[in-house]
């Protein structure tokens, strides 16, 4: 599972963890997230799992590699606006809705 969270202020951690470790810090408490697909039963909210990237707040998680272009657009559409995320969906001939 591909994570970005706040760290600390306006700092954020994007990392590769696996759900429990997360769940152990209290990280996705109360959040929405999905998980690769053997992970996801350890999520306690699992109506989002079968999302390939999921945003809830300050919190974006996806579902493993094969996600990879997908999390990186919902970074750049978090920090910089759908617009640009669009546009660089565009330029990277990946269809987005």
């Known amino acids: 599972m591909e994570v970005m969270c706040p760290n600390h202020g306006d700092d954020y951690t994007i990392t590769e963890l ?5 769940k152990c810090n209290n990280v996705l408490q109360g959040k ?6 053997a992970m996801c039963d350890k999520l306690s909210d ?6 390939r990237v999921v945003v809830d707040g300050n ?3 996806s579902r493993g590699p094969g ?4 999390f990186a657009l919902g ?6 606006g759908r617009p640009k995320a669009l546009e660089l969906a565009k330029g990277l001939l990946v269809v987005r809705k």
Request: zero cysteines.
């Open 18 to 22: 696996n759900p429990m470790e997360w």
């Open 32 to 37: 929405k997230a999905t998980a690769y697909p």
């Open 46 to 51: 699992q109506s989002h799992i079968d999302n």
């Open 59 to 61: 919190l974006i998680t």
């Open 67 to 70: 996600t990879s272009i997908e």
């Open 75 to 80: 970074i750049v559409e978090k920090f910089f």
